[in-house]
């Protein structure tokens, strides 16, 4: 997937859809199992700079 792709990004709907639903391939079989919110894994360094954000110290009001 890394060949072709940057990242994976899963939506709410998708989780929904997807998790526990086993896909049977030639490789073998698959299943999403605890992925656990709509986030984004990326599988390629594509960025260019890190910068860190300061530490969240109180909520804002």
């Not at 890394?2 to 939506?11: E, Q």
Request: hydrophobic share 45%; charged share 25%.
């Amino acid at each position: 997937m890394a060949r072709d792709w940057d990242a994976v990004h899963l939506t709410l709907g998708g989780l929904l859809t997807a998790e526990q639903v086993r896909v049977d391939g030639p490789g073998g079989a698959t299943e999403l199992q605890g992925w656990d919110a709509e986030q984004t894994v990326w599988l390629r360094w594509v960025f260019d700079e890190v910068t860190r954000l300061p530490d969240l110290l109180r909520p804002s009001p």
